[in-house]
């Protein structure tokens, strides 16, 4: 029997709760496959050398593609990748693919136009199978874009590590400022805006260029990712998601992170994030995009302690209980089993 193999762009420890639960479910064997193509931002050549990897690595797989059974992209480009190989040599199918974390959002110019036809290449090809979105808005969403069977195309609420556990012997946290943070599809101006409203401390992570002259409560972090930016997460009072365009599934891994810390957390509505994992005044707030909902809410959030008390317990319940990364395994392998393909 070939093994079955999952590309992963993170290390052993960070997924070795993936893997067990995927275990568990499809009672399979697993290899797991590791390039780490998400560090070198800070450089041009570190970073024209990270987008070869997303290319050469999975150029890699395809090539030995006969060794393996069912193939799942951890990172999705690393699976896309794959399949776009097998379709542009025209070889015969002998894997099965499974996309996790699919998200598709149209772009602008000439990269745009070029991105598009690959993502629709790929989508209405036959080489990938299922393509795994973490909302079911954005699972139709995609289903109606690029047509063909809607069910490959299966909404799958996301899971993180539980990064509180392993940071459980660090001194408490400070719990002393606002935070947000997102590298796509978040409305700084908007942030901005209201939280120059207030007197409170807030850290805002992204690698945008903000407006010049943020107000003095404001900080802008750039370059902060992995360990450093779940010592943020650690040690805010409170995490701020405000969602660009809602029908995009983005912002899940953060909001995930923070509530496996039982953060509490305000979330913009409409969005992917609203209506799927936030349940409104039991494990975060869910906001309509609008100035004074918001600064209502942050001051809410600010000076009511039973609440952040109760959201913080509930967050962490709701982690527990849906968006461990075992749990996730678990559910990718129930989507593998249902077909036949491990």
């Not at 070939?2 to 697993?30: I, M, Y």
């Not at 025209?90 to 690959?118: D, S, T």
């Not at 942050?298 to 109760?310: C, K, S, W, Y």
């Amino acid at each position: 029997m070939k093994p079955n193999v999952v590309l992963f762009d993170t290390d052993a420890r960070e997924s070795r709760d993936f893997l067990e639960g995927l275990t568990a479910e499809t009672r399979a064997e697993w290899r797991a496959l590791y390039c780490r193509a998400n560090r070198g931002r800070r450089h041009p050549l570190s970073n024209a050398a990270r987008y070869i990897k997303y290319f050469v690595f999975p150029l890699g797989v395809f090539l030995l593609r006969r060794s393996y059974g069912t193939v799942v992209g951890w990172q999705a480009y690393y699976g896309l990748l794959f399949a776009f190989y097998c379709q542009v040599f025209r070889v015969r199918k002998v894997n099965r693919v499974l996309i996790k974390n699919f998200i598709y959002k149209p772009k602008k110019g000439a990269v745009g136009a070029v991105y598009a036809r690959f993502m629709r290449y790929v989508a209405t090809g036959a080489y990938a199978d299922v393509f795994i979105c973490a909302s079911r808005e954005h699972s139709a969403r995609c289903a109606d874009t690029f047509g063909g069977d809607p069910g490959r195309f299966v909404p799958l609420l996301f899971g993180v590590n539980d990064y509180a556990r392993q940071l459980a012997d660090r001194p408490p946290p400070t719990d002393d400022f606002i935070l947000s943070l997102g590298r796509s599809n978040r409305d700084w101006p908007f942030l901005i805006d209201c939280l120059k409203e207030t007197d409170l401390r807030a850290v805002i992570i992204c690698d945008s260029q903000l407006t010049d002259g943020l107000p003095p409560n404001i900080r802008h972090l750039n370059r902060v990712w992995g360990k450093a930016a779940r010592e943020y997460i650690r040690n805010c009072r409170m995490l701020i998601l405000p969602i660009l365009d809602g029908t995009v599934a983005s912002g899940d891994t953060v909001l995930l992170m923070a509530m496996s810390f039982g953060k509490p957390v305000i979330v913009t509505r409409p969005s992917c994030l609203a209506s799927d994992y936030v349940i409104d005044g039991e494990t975060g707030l869910t906001v309509e995009k609008d100035k004074a909902a918001m600064l209502a809410a942050i001051r809410r959030l600010d000076t009511d302690e039973a609440l952040r008390a109760r959201l913080s317990r509930g967050a962490r319940r709701q982690y527990e209980a849906e968006h461990s990364l075992y749990r996730y395994g678990k559910r990718i392998g129930r989507v593998l089993a249902s077909r036949g393909y491990v």
